[in-house]
């Protein structure tokens, strides 16, 4: 192991790692690509808040191996949980090796003597109030075990991306770019982490700095990362007002009740629109208000999905299953009322206690919580909770049926639009996605992180 403690002058050459994943807990191949869609913007970002005299290569591990003998001075692992795993493992197989590694990323808000425990240097919350100090200390040979983000930063001035450090031929022809205007969420749902990760407060970024970034993309396929994208409703109006005339395809994740302002929905579709994810989560208004999601009003479903058909918008739904008071019936319920709306797109979530959350506290209290150290390592919907009904397996099964019989090529024509539009295409492209998980083993979402 490097003593961290020394005093040598380090060089300046810094490898960013995103990691890949473990196909499974029993089998620990890495998932791999040849390409993907989505171009990653954390790694492209951290480069960015680095200063000029460090040497930066990106590595992105879904679509490239990692060379352990490249001699880097110091090593930067972005974590989710999902891929914790394999980042402890490359982060151990760099320190064996003399170097340097300091880990970041929404993992190690939660985890963080979980991660010291593989690397010189945690790093906790937002990186541009800590990333520049922890650069210098790396040269000095002197990395502090833990850099802990300040309060809730300001948005405005951040950095535009690297992305000249990525080989682009690897995301394919019709790549889509990442782009956060605004970072927490303004709710308060008990199974959700995001406010913890991110801080209290619900920030947004100067709409003339997310149209620059925009250009800079050089796409014409935007997708706003942020975890609520009109949380202030004002500000989206301003940025959707700026992207009428750049004339991209943007996808976005709001609340449900925006698809009933008119106002709000007219614009969306004339700056470009493509898709948008609405967490549902429950078609039950009594799940809905366990869930602290009481601004979710199922009567006025109906009302808000065909807002989103009468404009031609593609969109997808989030359902969540497993909460005290559910039933099985629960499984068909949703499948009627998703068909009977001819929904584009849904995803089927399993409740996940993730610590730091209200529901994670809740749920250990009462024993409810298994396999505790699995949670969010592997991907597919797997059940780490005692169920209010049958078995964890039983429900894992009624989940990844849904997904089954959803995606199943009946219901697909039936629901869908002719792909004569853009949207309509988008609409096919994810159920064809879908379909293809919803067939596999680990049928589920894809985790894949930024």
């Not at 497993?322 to 998703?338: C, I, R, V, Y």
């Not at 849904?402 to 002719?418: E, I, V, W």
Request: net charge positive; aromatic share 10%.
């Amino acid at each position: 192991m490097l003593d961290v403690s020394q005093s040598h002058t380090m060089g300046d050459k810094l490898l960013i790692i995103q990691p890949s994943y473990y196909l499974s807990k029993t089998d620990r191949t890495v998932h791999r690509l040849r390409r993907r869609p989505v171009v990653p913007l954390t790694s492209c970002y951290l480069a960015a808040l680095t200063p000029n005299d460090w040497d930066v290569t990106l590595v992105d591990e879904q679509l490239q191996p990692i060379d352990f003998d490249c001699r880097p001075d110091l090593v930067a692992i972005t974590t989710w949980t999902l891929n914790s795993l394999r980042a402890f493992d490359i982060a151990d197989e760099f320190r064996r090796r003399g170097v340097a590694v300091v880990i970041g990323g929404p993992h190690t808000c939660f985890h963080a003597d979980e991660a010291g425990a593989h690397c010189n240097s945690v790093g906790l919350g937002e990186a541009e109030s800590y990333w520049p100090q922890m650069l210098a200390d790396a040269r000095r040979g002197c990395l502090q075990p833990t850099y802990q983000a300040g309060k809730a930063l300001s948005l405005a001035g951040l950095p535009l991306p690297r992305y000249d450090l990525l080989d682009m031929r690897r995301y394919g022809p019709f790549r889509t770019f990442v782009v956060v205007s605004s970072r927490g969420c303004p709710f308060r749902c008990e199974f959700c982490s995001e406010r913890f990760l991110l801080g209290e407060s619900y920030r947004c970024r100067p709409v003339a700095e997310v149209i620059a970034e925009v250009k800079h993309c050089r796409s014409r396929n935007i997708l706003f990362g942020d975890s609520n994208f009109a949380g202030k409703r004002s500000h989206a109006m301003e940025l959707m007002e700026a992207l009428v005339p750049l004339k991209v395809r943007w996808s976005a994740l709001w609340p449900s009740h925006l698809c009933s302002d008119t106002e709000f929905l007219d614009l969306a579709q004339r700056s470009g629109l493509l898709h948008v994810n609405i967490g549902l989560e429950s078609i039950d208004s009594n799940t809905l208000a366990q869930m602290n999601k009481r601004f979710n009003k199922v009567d006025r479903y109906a009302e808000l999905l065909a807002n989103l058909r009468r404009r031609g918008i593609s969109y997808s739904l989030n359902f969540v299953f497993g909460w005290e008071g559910e039933s099985e019936n629960a499984f068909p319920a949703t499948l009627a009322f998703l068909q009977q709306h001819k929904v584009p797109a849904a995803y089927f979530n399993i409740l996940t206690p993730v610590k730091g959350t209200p529901l994670y506290d809740r749920l250990r209290s009462q024993d409810r919580i298994l396999n505790i150290q699995d949670i969010d390592r592997w991907p597919g919907q797997l059940c780490y909770i005692k169920p209010p009904y049958g078995t964890p397996q039983s429900l894992e099964h009624n989940v990844q049926e849904l997904y089954r019989r959803f995606y199943s090529l009946p219901s697909m024509a039936a629901r869908l639009p002719m792909p004569f539009t853009m949207s309509g295409i988008a609409s096919w492209v994810i159920n064809f996605s879908q379909r293809r998980m919803a067939r596999a083993e680990r049928s589920g979402n894809n985790f894949d992180g930024y």
